[in-house]
């Protein structure tokens, strides 16, 4: 049972590296979406996919890209790193179709960028 | 746009005590979905409940309850006697029904309720 897993949980860069953050489920859900926590900022929604290959902007998308290509994986990715994108970061997921389904969430990637 | 609002920053209270974090939200939309999600120290984010906005009854599980009132937006979530376990980051979230079907979640900031022994 293993639901949303988040590779790696943490991570420290330097200043312009680049990286990505592996989100997979195994619950065969068509909605994916990655999420920044700051501190006092409660979450705020970075990408969102409603399938395999689409994705769409969510709240704070700069500085970010993402993609799809396998229905179980969503990607985060960041060019460049910036100081300001040090945060903790979470994928969730949920099924298609009404909104009253509850997200599911990982275990969240606590990234430090120097 | 959709807003929550979690007025209380933090929360402590000593064990045993009831505590009330509080959930105010804006959407235009009229049908919604509103959700709690505890978010304890280990970090992870635990879903607790959801409630379509058309459906207005108080729910009680356990020592937790909530009061959806839609004639003043809120949402609010109390905890009888407090256990030193309750101890987390609380956050409300609101979902509505765009026709793509997609809803992503609003959060409010959160409360961090802190239950002292």
């Known amino acids: 049972n293993a639901g949303v897993t988040q590779t790696p949980k943490f991570r420290v860069l330097k200043t312009g590296q680049s990286m990505t953050l592996l989100c997979a489920q195994d619950?065969?859900?068509?909605?994916m979406y990655w999420y920044r926590q700051d501190p006092g900022m409660g979450l705020r929604l970075i990408h969102y996919s409603v399938g395999e290959g689409t994705t769409a902007k969510g709240e704070v998308p700069d500085g970010y890209n993402v993609s799809r290509l396998k229905k179980q994986n969503f990607l985060l990715g960041l060019e460049s790193a910036a100081p300001s994108q040090t945060s903790v970061y979470f994928c969730?997921?949920?099924?298609?179709?009404?909104?009253?389904?509850?997200?599911?969430f990982g275990d969240g990637t606590r990234l430090s960028i120097l | 746009a959709q807003k929550v609002t979690q007025a209380q920053t933090e929360i402590s209270v000593v064990e045993k005590e009831d505590v009330t974090l509080d959930c105010v939200y804006e959407?235009?939309?009229?049908?919604?979905?509103l959700f709690w999600y505890k978010q304890p120290p280990s970090g992870e984010l635990v879903f607790l409940i959801r409630r379509n906005s058309f459906d207005e009854q108080n729910e009680i599980s356990g020592r937790y309850s909530w009061n959806f009132q839609k004639s003043t937006s809120s949402f609010n979530f109390t905890i009888t006697a407090s256990q030193v376990v309750d101890s987390a980051v609380y956050f409300c979230a609101l979902s509505g029904t765009p026709t793509s079907g997609n809803t992503p979640l609003v959060f409010g900031k959160g409360t961090r309720l802190s239950v002292i022994a």
């Open positions: 619950m065969n859900h068509e909605y």
């Open positions: 969730a997921s949920k099924p298609q179709g009404a909104g009253d389904q509850p997200q599911h």
């Open positions: 959407t235009r939309d009229t049908t919604y979905y």
